[in-house]
């Protein structure tokens, strides 16, 4: 739950995209006293794309909320931030045949770093709808997870710098999301029964392989059965296609997955059966691994390597680089050796790390090979 106290004389800011979680929000700040102004983030479309995006609804329902509670509303354009950071990151990634998560980045190069520089810098903290929590622990300020395992979205915050968690706040992160809904149907906000966003956050109802198509094209390539090595379809990118995939293969006989790709050649490497083997992994290596708050995990860990309520349990185990002295030991790469295999680990993925009771996230790194 907010601490009022730490919240007391200071100014906020309210990221408002016309969701019902923002929404809730900023009633949540104005019942418990305080007047936040603002501020719906424009990172949408480009302007000559004919895109289905959201965007119009958007500031509807955000105007209708600010106006409801007295709350100033301003709209911060941080479309080409968003164009030359988040989407350049994206499609640099998949190009090399690596597993981006753009709302991971978005997180830190946007909601807290773009509008910070713009406008976030007037105020003292930045409310946003996330499902999380933070908590104070021996003079720092730690991100834990949310009691709701479904929606908890600290796997999306643990890229942001350290200077941008001790200004967030998240004051629904104690709630659950039929609690939120609740709220903010008894409180007759404009959002209450609008339907959770999916995919990326600024793509509406376009679909992620569209946004993939109009970037990098496509290029026709082989699709592979990894044990016997014989041609069994044709793909047109492997850009379109992640370890671990299942669906949208177009192959007859399935269940196939995805579970090697050859960038060079333009090869996807699928195999037959439920769940096969040559998709799992019990030890995999993480890099650059970025510290929320200066404080390096422990041995013994939680983790995920995508957006769900399940963690596993780790050692982790620093990598010693070959140029270094023996004694010398790289504290941003490390080893996984998960207790139990996991499914679809893909190198451009973030790794994140939890404590074994997986409530405080220590930060994340990216998976390579």
């Not at 164009?83 to 946007?110: E, F, S």
């Not at 992160?173 to 809904?181: S, T």
């Amino acid at each position: 739950m907010l601490d009022i106290e730490e919240l007391k004389d200071k100014r906020i800011a309210v990221l408002l995209s016309g969701g019902v979680d923002s929404s809730v929000v900023v009633y949540e700040l104005v019942r418990q006293g305080f007047q936040p102004d603002c501020f719906y983030i424009k990172i949408g479309a480009e302007e000559k794309e004919d895109w289905d995006c959201t965007s119009e609804e958007d500031m509807e329902m955000a105007t209708a909320v600010a106006h409801k509670y007295g709350c100033k509303l301003e709209v911060v354009d941080c479309h080409h931030e968003y164009w030359d950071q988040v989407t350049a990151y994206t499609m640099n990634k998949v190009h090399a045949g690596l597993t981006p998560n753009p709302d991971v980045m978005c997180n830190r190069l946007i909601k807290f770093g773009a509008f910070h520089e713009k406008r976030g810098k007037d105020y003292d903290l930045i409310a946003t709808g996330h499902y999380a929590q933070t908590e104070s622990l021996n003079n720092l300020k730690w991100l834990c997870t949310a009691p709701d395992p479904v929606k908890d979205q600290t796997d999306f915050l643990a890229q942001i710098a350290d200077w941008q968690l001790q200004k967030a706040i998240f004051p629904i992160g104690h709630y659950v999301k039929d609690e939120v809904r609740q709220i903010a149907e008894r409180e007759h906000l404009v959002s209450a029964t609008r339907k959770d966003s999916q995919g990326i956050c600024f793509l509406g109802k376009v679909d992620y392989n569209e946004y993939v198509r109009r970037y990098l094209g496509e290029k026709d390539g082989d699709v592979v059965e990894l044990e016997t090595g014989k041609v069994i379809g044709v793909h047109h990118g492997h850009w379109f296609h992640t370890i671990g995939q299942r669906k949208g293969l177009g192959l007859g006989g399935g269940p196939w997955f995805v579970v090697k790709k050859d960038v060079d050649k333009n090869i996807i490497y699928v195999s037959h059966g439920y769940d096969p083997q040559t998709a799992y992994s019990l030890h995999f290596r993480i890099r650059d691994f970025h510290s929320l708050n200066g404080v390096l995990p422990p041995e013994e860990v939680t983790f995920k390597i995508r957006h769900t309520p399940d963690f596993s349990k780790a050692v982790l185990e620093p990598v010693t680089p070959l140029t270094s002295h023996p004694s010398s030991l790289t504290t941003n790469e490390y080893i996984v050796h998960s207790a139990v295999p996991i499914h679809g680990v893909a190198p451009g993925q973030f790794c994140v790390i939890y404590d074994a009771q997986h409530h405080r996230c220590y930060g994340s790194g990216e998976i390579c090979l």
